[in-house]
């Protein structure tokens, strides 16, 4: 798939993310939330999974750099200088609260891995912006 659709599909993951993120805000204290926050930690997991392609895409592109899993390409992005310490400290917990989230259902794990989507939508946003520029 080439870099430009990848990108495109980003994009629309990100804003459908942003989307169940408000909806789960706005139900927050109602019967429907549950519903809505599950949504949005779905959407978090597809969205990380275009990110991450993304990013390997960009990498082999624009950097010459080859990486195959989700952490080699985040460590990557990182080491050529894209993103601060911070970052990849925040992108490998949500590569694996994603797994978490993919992988096992508990009402607590769904509602600590939702909390933190929010800030994790802004650093994908952030990385959206460097690899489109």
């Given at each position: 798939?080439?870099?430009?659709?990848k990108l495109n599909d980003f994009r629309n993951a990100l804003d459908r993310l942003d989307e169940s993120i408000e909806k789960s805000i706005i139900y927050k204290d109602q019967e429907e939330y549950s519903f809505f926050r599950d949504s949005a930690i779905q959407r978090f997991?597809?969205?990380?999974?275009?990110?991450?392609?993304?990013i390997k895409s960009?990498?082999?592109v624009n950097e010459g750099v080859e990486?195959?899993?989700?952490?080699?390409c985040m460590r990557e992005?990182?080491?050529?200088?894209?993103?601060?310490?911070?970052?990849?400290?925040?992108?490998?917990?949500?590569i694996d609260d994603?797994?978490?989230?993919?992988?096992t259902y508990h009402e607590s794990l769904s509602e600590e891995i939702f909390l933190k989507i929010e800030e994790y939508s802004k650093l994908l946003e952030k990385i959206y912006k460097i690899i489109s520029a």
């Amino acid at each position: 798939m080439a870099l430009e659709k990848k990108l495109n599909d980003f994009r629309n993951a990100l804003d459908r993310l942003d989307e169940s993120i408000e909806k789960s805000i706005i139900y927050k204290d109602q019967e429907e939330y549950s519903f809505f926050r599950d949504s949005a930690i779905q959407r978090f997991e597809f969205t990380l999974e275009i990110a991450w392609k993304s990013i390997k895409s960009y990498l082999l592109v624009n950097e010459g750099v080859e990486c195959r899993s989700p952490k080699s390409c985040m460590r990557e992005f990182f080491s050529i200088g894209h993103i601060d310490q911070s970052e990849i400290s925040t992108l490998l917990e949500m590569i694996d609260d994603r797994n978490l989230a993919t992988h096992t259902y508990h009402e607590s794990l769904s509602e600590e891995i939702f909390l933190k989507i929010e800030e994790y939508s802004k650093l994908l946003e952030k990385i959206y912006k460097i690899i489109s520029a």
